[in-house]
């Protein structure tokens, strides 16, 4: 099974990193109800548990559903946009609809993304979500009685939660999520929508005038990112190892994923990469592959060279993990990577820009 992304050629400029502090509260809550999954959140979790009230931490429980696998559409970015306080992302979900506010609600308290679920809790859903946990059947039962006023008790407990445990969390995490943000940025600047063939499980489609990002999920769906529907790239710490995608009806799509830090490349890595940049050919390839992707035969007509001859030396590249591909029917096309580059010296990218 598998989600799949069609990303139109008008989509170009709909492609934005955005980082969002009520997703990364929202990871937190879940690390904290899930802490085995989270083990690099464990001091965190640690903290908040040696300093939350027990009224707080009873709250938490309560809620969790919303922060599990299948994280209720609302507690990632509603809209594209600038940076947002957590208080401002708050206000925008006190203003959504109440019928989408419900509707995404049910979506997370059943975990399946059915997005034909009517905005109304009637008994049979009720049903379904009492088979699946009494925490999830409570929750359902509070909405359909009062949705507006479930809506208010959860917007006061994520305000005091993050007063208590978040506050003081988010200023050390934007540093890797600023450094992981500008990297993002630099790639889809470079390579647009392929770049998004970099995440995990991903895997690029090029036809009909249209690219296919093909996500390995554990549910089927197909969404589309045009001018008019933004894909935003929300990265996390404490969401860490988790891989999410939303495609809510009318919103934009969301993906959140790791912000890793870049691994530091082992030394056999680095010694096989400068050994394979010591050769002028492979360098004049770098230089022509910078830019934009390329295939083999237009680089044999650019260098002069063989077809045979330029996939020898791109698979040295290749094998020194200096360089993306992505198929395009029967076309394999080729681009250097420009971090794996930077990583071995600032000094050698500025050459190859020149």
Same mark, same amino acid.
């Given at each position: 099974?598998?989600?799949?992304?069609?990303?139109?050629?008008?989509?170009?400029?709909?492609?934005?990193?955005?980082?969002?502090?009520?997703?990364?509260?929202?990871?937190?809550?879940?690390?904290?109800?899930?802490?085995?999954?989270?083990?690099?959140?464990?001091?965190?979790?640690?903290?908040?548990?040696?300093?939350?009230?027990?009224?707080?931490?009873?709250?938490?429980?309560?809620? =969790?559903?919303?922060?599990?696998?299948? *994280?209720? $559409?609302?507690? &990632?970015? %509603?809209?594209?946009? @600038?940076?947002?306080?957590? #208080?401002?992302?708050?206000?925008?979900?006190?203003?959504?609809?109440?019928?989408?506010?419900?509707?995404?609600?049910?979506?997370?308290?059943?975990?399946?993304?059915?997005?034909?679920?009517?905005?109304?809790?009637?008994?049979?859903?009720?049903?379904?979500?009492?088979?699946?946990?009494?925490?999830?059947?409570?929750?359902?039962?509070?909405?359909?009685?009062?949705?507006?006023?479930?809506?208010?008790?959860?917007?006061?407990?994520?305000?005091?939660?993050?007063?208590?445990?978040?506050?003081?969390?988010?200023?050390?995490?934007?540093?890797?999520?600023?450094?992981?943000? =500008?990297?993002?940025?630099?790639?889809? *600047?470079? $390579?647009?929508? &392929?770049? %998004?063939?970099?995440? @995990?499980?991903?895997?690029? #489609?090029?036809?009909?005038?249209?690219?296919?990002?093909?996500?390995?999920?554990?549910?089927?769906?197909?969404?589309?990112?045009?001018?008019?529907?933004?894909?935003?790239?929300?990265?996390?710490?404490?969401?860490?190892?988790?891989?999410?995608?939303?495609?809510?009806?009318?919103?934009?799509?969301?993906?959140?994923?790791?912000?890793?830090?870049?691994?530091?490349?082992?030394?056999?890595?680095?010694?096989?990469?400068?050994?394979?940049?010591?050769?002028?050919?492979?360098?004049?390839?770098?230089?022509?592959?910078?830019?934009?992707?390329?295939?083999?035969?237009?680089? =044999?007509?650019?260098?002069?060279?063989?077809?045979?001859?330029?996939?020898?030396? %791109?698979?040295?590249?290749?094998?020194?993990?200096?360089?993306?591909?992505?198929?395009?029917?029967?076309?394999?096309?080729?681009?250097?990577?420009?971090?794996?580059?930077?990583?071995?010296?600032?000094?050698?990218?500025?050459?190859?820009?020149?």
């Amino acid at each position: 099974m598998a989600v799949s992304l069609l990303v139109a050629p008008s989509a170009a400029g709909s492609l934005a990193v955005q980082q969002s502090p009520l997703a990364e509260l929202c990871a937190c809550l879940h690390a904290f109800d899930e802490p085995g999954h989270h083990p690099a959140s464990a001091a965190w979790v640690a903290r908040a548990n040696a300093e939350l009230d027990s009224g707080l931490l009873a709250t938490a429980a309560a809620w =969790a559903p919303l922060w599990g696998a299948f *994280r209720a $559409r609302y507690l &990632l970015p %509603l809209s594209a946009g @600038p940076r947002r306080t957590l #208080e401002a992302e708050l206000e925008e979900v006190a203003g959504l609809p109440i019928g989408d506010f419900v509707a995404m609600t049910v979506q997370a308290l059943i975990g399946k993304n059915d997005t034909e679920l009517a905005p109304r809790l009637g008994e049979e859903t009720l049903h379904r979500l009492r088979l699946i946990s009494s925490s999830r059947m409570e929750i359902g039962a509070r909405l359909r009685a009062d949705p507006e006023g479930s809506r208010q008790e959860l917007l006061a407990f994520l305000r005091a939660f993050a007063a208590e445990a978040f506050d003081a969390e988010w200023p050390a995490l934007r540093p890797a999520l600023d450094r992981d943000g =500008a990297s993002r940025e630099r790639d889809l *600047r470079r $390579r647009g929508a &392929l770049a %998004l063939g970099d995440f @995990p499980t991903a895997a690029v #489609e090029n036809g009909a005038g249209r690219l296919r990002i093909v996500f390995d999920k554990l549910y089927s769906a197909t969404a589309r990112v045009d001018a008019g529907r933004p894909c935003l790239l929300v990265p996390t710490v404490h969401g860490r190892p988790h891989f999410v995608i939303k495609h809510y009806p009318g919103y934009p799509v969301v993906i959140q994923y790791s912000a890793d830090e870049p691994a530091a490349p082992s030394l056999e890595t680095a010694r096989r990469r400068l050994a394979a940049l010591q050769d002028p050919t492979r360098l004049r390839l770098c230089y022509a592959i910078l830019r934009n992707p390329v295939a083999t035969a237009e680089l =044999a007509n650019q260098l002069g060279m063989t077809a045979p001859q330029v996939s020898r030396h %791109l698979r040295r590249l290749r094998e020194a993990q200096l360089v993306h591909t992505h198929r395009r029917g029967s076309v394999v096309y080729y681009q250097l990577d420009a971090d794996a580059v930077e990583r071995l010296g600032p000094d050698l990218l500025s050459v190859l820009y020149r």
